[in-house]
Antibody, heavy 121, light 107 residues
Framework: EVQVVESGGGLVKPGGSLRLSCAAS????????MNWVRQAPGEGLEWVSS????????DYANSVKGRFTISRDNAKNSVYLQMNSLRAEDTAVYYC???????????????WGQGTVVTVS | DIQMTQSPSSLSASVGDRVTITCRAS??????LAWYQQKPGTVPKLLIY???TLQSGVPSRFSGSGSGSDFTLTISSLQPEDVATYYC?????????FGQGTKVEIK
């Protein structure tokens, strides 16, 4: 089964740090661009960051640039999000999502995890 | 940055009604647009990509159209299981911006 599973969420104080992990299975992870998307309580979806298959291209939403770092380990079929200098407004469910195509670096997201909850308080 | 604006923000319709949701990009994005469905308490699900291509397994009552800066998602005959919030997303670059969402309810 093609799936991604997030972990690492929790309660952290403002200014603190947290590292999220996303473990992939059922597909050739090393060929796909991976993304993090978040959803604050009662709010809509916000794209956070993306990393291409070989980590050659990385980008961030302006709201997290300079504070969050995305990385991946293709040998472990995993992608990570290191979150530093956390703020109350970072409170959200964080989803890991796969880009549906391996042909380009941009596209729709076809596989989503169940999400991991981050609470900054 | 390109902004995505959906309308309406919510709607209520009867079972069997035709429902249309609009998404407008602040700049042209060709057909680099996707639609997602998020039912209450669940994970977003990809419905349509490339503005009008139905994702595998999605019921044919869903359709998408548009190009450039104006796009629509249509549900031809609303069903009770379609109660959800629908999001558009542009992906013409790595900044994959979502619209604010349209909540669809049954009247």
């Amino acid at each position: 089964e093609v799936q991604v599973v997030e972990s690492g969420g929790g309660l952290v104080k403002p200014g603190g740090s947290l590292r999220l992990s996303c473990a992939a299975s059922g597909f050739t992870f090393s060929r796909y661009t991976m993304n993090w998307v978040r959803q604050a309580p009662g709010e809509g979806l916000e794209w956070v960051s993306s990393i291409t298959s070989s980590s050659g291209y990385i980008d961030y939403a302006n709201s997290v640039k300079g504070r969050f770092t995305i990385s991946r380990d293709n040998a472990k079929n995993s992608v990570y999000l290191q979150m530093n200098s956390l703020r109350a407004e970072d409170t959200a469910v964080y989803y890991c999502a796969r880009l549906m195509t391996t042909v380009t670096n941009w596209g729709a997201f076809d596989i989503w995890g169940q999400g991991t909850v981050v609470t900054v308080s | 940055d390109i902004q995505m604006t959906q309308s309406p923000s919510s709607l209520s319709a009867s079972v069997g009604d035709r429902v249309t949701i609009t998404c407008r990009a602040s700049q042209g994005i060709s057909n680099y647009l996707a639609w997602y469905q998020q039912k209450p308490g669940t994970v977003p699900k990809l419905l349509i990509y490339a503005a009008s291509t139905l994702q595998s397994g999605v019921p044919s009552r869903f359709s998408g159209s548009g190009s450039g800066s104006d796009f629509t998602l249509t549900i031809s005959s609303l069903q009770p299981e379609d109660v959800a919030t629908y999001y558009c997303q542009k992906y013409d670059s790595a900044l994959a911006t979502f619209g604010q969402g349209t909540k669809v309810e049954i009247k």
